[in-house]
């Protein structure tokens, strides 16, 4: 059979009809366990923690999305980060971006830290920044790119060659880009994680997690942390997903369009200072962006001429499309504070060393008509 394009992928890709109805759509199979014909004896399912026919598929077209041999499904983006770092042993080293989602650095430094692993946040946008910290405890590397919310690009080439040098894991948080704009097992890296419930589900009505991978050692360790830990999602979720999947190339092409105009009309707004966005030719490492990324996404954070939280707020109290919400990739836009929400488990001295300032305001761009949305923009520039 021909190799499949992305976009036919994301449709077909895990899914056959089902063979008992002919259902185009794969059966929610809403079931914790599996009838056998003798102890041992049964068609692959046993308990609904293990398997699952939903989740099968699910994990079957995440794989192929991401250009990878296999797919694990759980029940968040956490959840999958979780698994990760469980393959780690008291007294190993991390290498992290210093610019990353709050969630996972809560997870690393509030959770994993007192378990005996130890972290490093390094800017790793910056080539090399990482060779001073590896040591032969070093077993990760734990790159976001775009990061999150300074949208920092990374060369995951060039990191994959280091850390193949060096006998280290690398595990890419894909969320910002989704497979659509960056396949990163394409360029080294071992793990590809996402937190489902952003663009891959895209519908802001479900939370979900996923690991792709090559090696199916790998693969097997994080099956059996995923088994034992048993942190799934349900058949309904992965219904969800898969249903958000269908459309992923085409919510992306309207998210990139209007993201595109939204940052020109920022970027040349009077009370806007700066804006975070890797399509800008002025943007830190804007020529890897171009080289791994297949456009430039809906993701990017603005700084306002009027400085500290109060204006940001003001901003923020003003808008009506851009929905003042947790999280981002919906078909909605979303507009956030991070000093005060993704990222306020992020003590304040070190948010501002990297750049988080207490103004820094943060755009998820929707699929609205992108007038709507700039009117949205401008009514609430002028609170400010």
């Not at 171009?290 to 940001?312: C, H, N, V, Y």
């Amino acid at each position: 059979m021909q190799t499949m394009k992305l976009a036919t992928k994301l449709i077909h890709a895990g899914q056959e009809p089902d063979p008992s109805t002919g259902a185009i759509m794969t059966p929610i199979f809403q079931t914790s366990t599996y009838v056998q014909a003798s102890p041992g004896q049964h068609k692959g399912y046993e308990y609904a923690r293990s398997q699952n026919p939903t989740r099968t598929a699910l994990e079957a077209c995440l794989a192929e999305i991401e250009n990878a041999a296999f797919g694990l499904s759980f029940g968040s983006g956490v959840a999958a980060t979780d698994a990760v770092l469980k393959l780690l042993s008291p007294g190993d080293e991390v290498i992290a971006s210093e610019d990353m989602y709050g969630g996972t650095y809560r997870l690393f430094t509030k959770v994993f830290e007192k378990f005996g692993i130890k972290f490093h946040f390094v800017p790793l946008h910056t080539p090399g920044a990482l060779l001073p910290f590896i040591n032969e405890k070093t077993k990760l590397v734990w790159a976001e790119t775009p990061t999150n919310p300074l949208m920092n690009i990374t060369d995951i080439a060039a990191l994959s060659e280091v850390c193949k040098a060096h006998k280290i894991l690398l595990c890419v948080d894909n969320t910002f880009a989704s497979p659509w704009l960056q396949s990163p097992i394409d360029h080294g890296a071992d793990l590809v994680m996402h937190s489902g419930t952003k663009y891959i589900g895209g519908h802001s009505d479900v939370v979900h997690g996923c690991l792709m991978m090559n090696d199916h050692e790998l693969r097997e360790k994080l099956y059996f942390i995923q088994k034992s830990s048993g942190a799934i999602p349900g058949p309904m979720d992965c219904f969800l997903i898969l249903r958000g999947l269908k459309t992923l190339h085409v919510r992306m092409q309207a998210h990139c369009s209007n993201g595109k105009t939204v940052a020109h009309f920022l970027h040349n707004h009077p009370k806007v200072a700066r804006v975070y966005w890797p399509g800008f030719e002025d943007h830190p490492n804007h020529a890897v962006a171009k080289k791994q990324m297949r456009d430039f996404g809906g993701m990017m954070s603005i700084e306002l001429k009027k400085p500290g939280m109060e204006a940001a707020h003001n901003m923020l109290r003003s808008t009506r499309l851009f929905a003042l919400a947790e999280s981002l990739g919906g078909v909605e836009s979303l507009i956030n504070h991070p000093a005060t929400m993704t990222h306020a488990s992020i003590p304040h001295e070190e948010r501002l060393r990297i750049g988080i300032s207490d103004g820094l305001i943060r755009l998820s761009v929707g699929i609205e008509d992108v007038e709507d949305l700039l009117a949205d923009l401008e009514a609430g520039l002028n609170n400010v």
